[in-house]
């Protein structure tokens, strides 16, 4: 159904029960249980619904045509900038996600060289050796805490394919670095959203300048010369017309770059060894296809992988690593005939639309085949399944997040297997990306 079809309403008022705590609001609600409070507001107000957060009337977008027509944006009403921004701080300050309309597009436009395809196939050789060195420490047992060691996987997988390997750094200082993200990252659940000593935000606004820092270090010599690591590659790409990024543009690219590819690729492999634990059968299926390849498959035999990736896309469903995307609307818009006025917050649930058994048979159901031709749920709408968001802003990474997880996966199949209790619900923190609190246990053995 078309705006022009619907007759127009404003935001609802937000119910007495909906209101939690006085200005953080529904905030802790969302932090027990976000799909929960989603679905509540869905069968309350509907897919534009009103919420209150930090002091803020905000719009909470729901379904699959409520976040495409955010995500379209035909009329340019929703901005990235002032949303992120207030949710994710300073702290990814001019990242490209943080920027908008012309500027972004230019932005874009260089950004788009460094994830051409045969930059991809250059990353993929890298990945190989990367993983094989991350996973030469690994010790197997029943309690191995798999979430913990692929974090710190794709952080190594990072500093050498973003950093190309950042030898002058010991590993003390990698785990500084480490420790740096994550405050960043973290400052996205802040109560006190100032640089205040021993809050999430203070001890984010440390963690920026160490990373500033860190980069700023290596920056002439990636300047210096042209590599195929993607800090060198950022320092060296330009367009066609010769636009290219400045010292300041590949930092902030880089902070940015590094946070959005490394939470993001840990949840979804740790959710796809919580499933295949659980499912001895997949995990042989997705074995035997890991055990035809060679040990460092090319890029296009990673994409080979049919039953790895339809476990791939059934975990990013079930746990969206970016469950919910933030606009601010910059004019008066209209979203599913609802009026949305200028300078509102909106929150747009994709993990919530994952969820819905409109769109998806038996939705809370761990069902691979969901993504199998013939069955394709996730065309039952263009926006249905989202994990990687839509429009302009859809992830420019998500090819290389594809190809990381497949060649994490590959090399785990062919060297372990694992199992995880048929019964075990990950318990996930919510207050900003959702990771296991537990570091997700499985008892892992060598093949
Ligand atoms: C499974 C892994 C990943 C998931 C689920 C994911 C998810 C997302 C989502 C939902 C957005 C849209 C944000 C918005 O519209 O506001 C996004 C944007 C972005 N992602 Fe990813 N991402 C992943 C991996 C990566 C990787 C590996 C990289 C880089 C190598 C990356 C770089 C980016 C960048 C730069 C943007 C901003 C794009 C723009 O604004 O034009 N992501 N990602």
Excluded at 257 to 267: F, G, K, P, V
Excluded at 292 to 310: F, T
Aim: net charge neutral; with cysteine.
């Amino acid at each position: 159904m078309t705006a022009e079809t619907l007759q127009l309403r404003d935001l609802p008022d937000l119910r007495r029960d909906d209101r939690g705590l006085p200005w953080i609001g529904q905030i802790l609600a969302y932090q027990r249980d976000p799909v929960g409070l989603y679905r509540r507001h869905w069968e309350h107000y509907g897919p534009v619904a009103p919420s209150h957060m930090l002091g803020k009337k905000t719009a909470m977008l729901l379904g699959p045509d409520a976040c495409g027509e955010a995500l379209q944006n035909r009329d340019k009403a929703f901005a990235n900038g002032p949303a992120w921004s207030q949710l994710v701080g300073p702290f990814f300050h001019r990242g490209l996600m943080l920027i908008d309309f012309e500027e972004h597009r230019d932005h874009r436009r260089i950004m788009q060289e460094a994830f051409t395809r045969p930059r991809l196939d250059g990353y993929t050789r890298r990945l190989h050796p990367a993983i094989e060195r991350g996973m030469a420490s690994w010790e197997p047992g029943l309690q191995f805490r798999a979430y913990r060691r692929l974090k710190q996987l794709t952080l190594d997988i990072a500093a050498d394919l973003f950093m190309g390997g950042a030898r002058e750094t010991s590993p003390a200082e990698m785990d500084r670095i480490n420790r740096a993200f994550i405050a960043c990252v973290q400052a996205a659940a802040g109560i006190v959203r100032a640089d205040v000593p021993l809050t999430r935000w203070g001890r984010a606004y440390r963690a920026r300048k160490v990373l500033e820092n860190f980069l700023r270090g290596y920056l002439p010599a990636r300047r210096a010369e042209a590599t195929d690591d993607i800090f060198s590659v950022l320092c060296h790409i330009e367009t066609d017309d010769g636009e290219r990024f400045s010292d300041d543009d590949v930092i902030n690219h880089m902070i940015f770059l590094m946070m959005a590819a490394h939470d993001t690729s840990t949840i979804t492999t740790s959710a796809m060894l919580q499933y295949l634990g659980q499912r001895p059968g997949w995990q042989d299926r997705c074995r035997a296809e890991a055990l035809a390849l060679g040990p460092s498959p090319a890029m296009a035999e990673l994409e080979s992988l049919v039953s790895i990736d339809l476990v791939m896309r059934e975990a990013l469903r079930l746990r969206a690593p970016v469950p919910v995307l933030v606009r601010h609307t910059v004019k008066d818009t209209v979203v599913q005939g609802v009026r949305i006025p200028a300078d509102t917050f909106c929150t747009l649930g994709l993990q919530f639309t994952h969820l819905m058994e409109e769109y998806w048979t038996n939705p809370m159901v761990f069902d691979p085949e969901r993504f199998a031709p013939g069955r394709r749920e996730d065309r039952s709408h263009r926006f249905a399944w989202e994990p990687f968001g839509g429009g302009v802003h859809k992830c420019i990474g998500l090819h290389f997040a594809g190809l990381e997880v497949k060649a994490i996966m590959h090399r785990l199949l062919r060297g372990y297997h694992w199992s995880v209790d048929p019964g075990y619900v990950a318990p996930l923190d919510q207050h900003s990306l959702p990771f296991p609190k537990d570091g997700q246990p499985i008892a892992l053995a060598r093949n």
